[in-house]
C-alpha cells in the first residue's frame, strides 16, 4: 500500500511536526507501506546551518530517497521561500497542477496531511481530486500563536480555516487529550488521539556523560535544563525569570541553566540572561541532544500552546524531573509529585519554588526522575506506529466499501 505525507515541513527543519512525520514516514516504510513526503526544499546547510535546522539531518536529495522494498521514505521537494521576519522558517509554495500530477504519478492509497496550510491544504485538493481518502494532523494550536505574536484579531479566523481543513477529511490525528477536546470545540468529530510516542533507547538517563558537563563548565552544579524553539509562544521569559530568582539563593556555582535551541526570541535573551545560564544554540537531535538531556538534573518548560510537548517526553525518557506548566499535551503526561513538579501558568515565583525544592530535597531528583523515565518507556513508538498502521488500514477499507455499496444494492454507480 501507498501513503503520501504533505507536510510545510519536513528535516533538516527540525520541530516537532518535522520529527514526527519523519518517524510516521519511516515506521510506515517498515511495516511495508510504500512512503513518499511532499515538504518544502531546504537551502543546503554546512556547519553554519540556521537556527532551527539541524545541519545533520538527512538531505532531500536524490541519493537519500527511498524508493520501493528501501523502507525510506521518497521525497519530493517544492520550492519554497524565507519568511518574512523568520528567514529559517521556509515558505512552500506546492504549484497544483504539479502536486495533482505527483498524486497520478505515485498512486497513493492514502494522503496524509500533515499541516494545514500550503503544502497540506494542496495536497488535500489533489487528493480530492483523484478520490482518494484524507487524513490529516492537528500539531499546532495556531490560535493562541496568534494572540502570542499581536494577531488575536485572526484567532477566530484562523480556527475557522483550520476546522473547515480538519472536517474535509477522513479522520484527524492529534496528540492530546487537550488537543482534541479542542478540535470538538471547533467543530470537527472524527479525532483520534496519536502521536504521543518517544524513543526511549535512544532518549535514555544511560547517556548521561560528565565529559560533557565538564566541556560545558557544569562541574558539581545543579543543571536545569530547556529544549526548544527560542519564541514567545514558548514563554521561555518565565525559565529566565524563575533561574534568575533562584540564583539569588545559591552560590555562583551552586545552579546552572542550560538552554539547547534558537529563534526569533534568541538575541533579547542573550542580553541580560541570569548568571549560570549557558545558551548552546540548536543541537543535533540525534547525536547530541540524548548526551545533554541525560547530563542534566532537572527539565524546565513553561510553554502552554503544546499540542503534545515531544521535549518533555524526551526529557523525562532521559530520566529527568520536569517542572512545567500542565496544559496542552504536557498535562496529559505530567504528574505532580510522581515525575515531575506541576506549576501554574505565569507563576515565575512558584517556578523558582519548585526549582528550589529539587534541587535541595534529599533524594527527591532521583524519585521523580525514576517517574518520569517510567512514563516514557510506557510510550513506545512502535506500538503507535502499529496503531498508524491498522487506522491507515481501516480508512481505506471504509472507503472502498462505500464505492462497493451501489453495486452490491444493483444500483449503477454514481
Known amino acids: 500500500m501507498r501513503v503520501l505525507y504533505c507536510t510545510d515541513t519536513y528535516l533538516p527543519q527540525v520541530n516537532g511536526v518535522s520529527v514526527v512525520t519523519d518517524v510516521s514516514a519511516r515506521g510506515l516504510g517498515e511495516r511495508g507501506w510504500e512512503v513518499c513526503v511532499l515538504a518544502p526544499r531546504y537551502p543546503s546547510h554546512g556547519s553554519g546551518a540556521p537556527h532551527g535546522v539541524n545541519p545533520a539531518a538527512r538531505p532531500l536529495d536524490p541519493a537519500a530517497q527511498g524508493g520501493p522494498g528501501?523502507?525510506?521514505?521518497?521525497?519530493?521537494?517544492?520550492?519554497?521561500?524565507?519568511?518574512?521576519?523568520?528567514?529559517?522558517?521556509?515558505?512552500?509554495?506546492?504549484?497544483?497542477?504539479?502536486?495533482?500530477?505527483?498524486?497520478?504519478?505515485?498512486?497513493?492509497?492514502?494522503?496524509?496531511?500533515?499541516?494545514?496550510?500550503?503544502?497540506?491544504?494542496?495536497?488535500?485538493?489533489?487528493?480530492?481530486?483523484?478520490?482518494?481518502?484524507?487524513?490529516?494532523?492537528?500539531?499546532?494550536?495556531f490560535g493562541q500563536y496568534a494572540t502570542y505574536y499581536g494577531l488575536g484579531r485572526l484567532r477566530g479566523p484562523l480556527e475557522r480555516y483550520i476546522a473547515g481543513v480538519h472536517r474535509a477529511a477522513r479522520r484527524t490525528y492529534t496528540p492530546s487529550s487537550a488537543s482534541r477536546a479542542e478540535l470538538w470545540r471547533m467543530g470537527v468529530s472524527d479525532v483520534e488521539i496519536w502521536g504521543r510516542g518517544v524513543d526511549a533507547a535512544h532518549f535514555s538517563p544511560e547517556k548521561r556523560s560528565e565529559a560533557l558537563r565538564r566541556r560545558l563548565g557544569l562541574g558539581h552544579a545543579f543543571t536545569f535544563l530547556h529544549v526548544g524553539r527560542l519564541a514567545p509562544e514558548k514563554n521561555v521569559a518565565m525559565v529566565l525569570d524563575a533561574f534568575r530568582i533562584l540564583t539569588q539563593d545559591f552560590g555562583p556555582d551552586a545552579v546552572r541553566l542550560v538552554v539547547a535551541g534558537?529563534?526569533?526570541?534568541?538575541?533579547?535573551?542573550?542580553?541580560?540572561?541570569?548568571?549560570?545560564?549557558?545558551?548552546?544554540?540548536?543541537?543535533?537531535?540525534?547525536?547530541?541532544?540524548?548526551?545533554?538531556?541525560?547530563?542534566?538534573?532537572?527539565?524546565?518548560?513553561?510553554?502552554?500552546?503544546?499540542?503534545?510537548?515531544?521535549?518533555?517526553?524526551?526529557?523525562?525518557?532521559?530520566?529527568?524531573?520536569?517542572?512545567?506548566?500542565?496544559?496542552?499535551?504536557?498535562?496529559?503526561?505530567?504528574?505532580?509529585?510522581?515525575?515531575?513538579?506541576?506549576?501554574?501558568?505565569?507563576?515565575?515565583?512558584?517556578?523558582?519554588?519548585?526549582?528550589?525544592?529539587?534541587?535541595?530535597?534529599?533524594?527527591?531528583?532521583?524519585?521523580?526522575?525514576?517517574?518520569?523515565?517510567?512514563?516514557?518507556?510506557?510510550?513506545?513508538?512502535?506500538?503507535?506506529?502499529?496503531?498508524?498502521?491498522?487506522s491507515y488500514r481501516l480508512v481505506c477499507d471504509e472507503v472502498a466499501a462505500v464505492r462497493q455499496l451501489p453495486a452490491r444494492l444493483g444500483l449503477r454507480s454514481a
Do not use: K
Open 70 to 141: 528501501s523502507g525510506l521514505p521518497r521525497v519530493e521537494a517544492v520550492p519554497s521561500l524565507p519568511a518574512p521576519r523568520y528567514p529559517d522558517l521556509r515558505l512552500a509554495i506546492p504549484l497544483p497542477w504539479r502536486v495533482a500530477r505527483l498524486v497520478s504519478r505515485f498512486e497513493p492509497d492514502i494522503v496524509h496531511c500533515a499541516t494545514e496550510f500550503a503544502v497540506g491544504r494542496v495536497g488535500m485538493w489533489a487528493a480530492t481530486r483523484a478520490g482518494i481518502p484524507v487524513v490529516t494532523t492537528y500539531h499546532t494550536n
Open 262 to 390: 534558537a529563534g526569533p526570541a534568541e538575541a533579547a535573551f542573550h542580553q541580560d540572561p541570569p548568571r549560570g545560564t549557558v545558551f548552546l544554540g540548536n543541537l543535533d537531535r540525534v547525536t547530541e541532544l540524548p548526551a545533554l538531556y541525560a547530563s542534566a538534573d532537572a527539565f524546565v518548560f513553561a510553554s502552554i500552546t503544546e499540542t503534545l510537548g515531544l521535549v518533555v517526553l524526551e526529557a523525562m525518557s532521559s530520566g529527568l524531573p520536569v517542572l512545567a506548566v500542565p496544559a496542552g499535551g504536557v498535562g496529559d503526561h505530567l504528574r505532580d509529585g510522581a515525575n515531575g513538579i506541576a506549576v501554574q501558568p505565569g507563576d515565575v515565583e512558584g517556578m523558582a519554588r519548585g526549582m528550589r525544592v529539587v534541587a535541595t530535597a534529599s533524594g527527591l531528583r532521583e524519585r521523580l526522575g525514576a517517574g518520569a523515565r517510567a512514563t516514557a518507556v510506557a510510550l513506545d513508538w512502535n506500538a503507535e506506529l502499529d496503531r498508524l498502521d491498522a
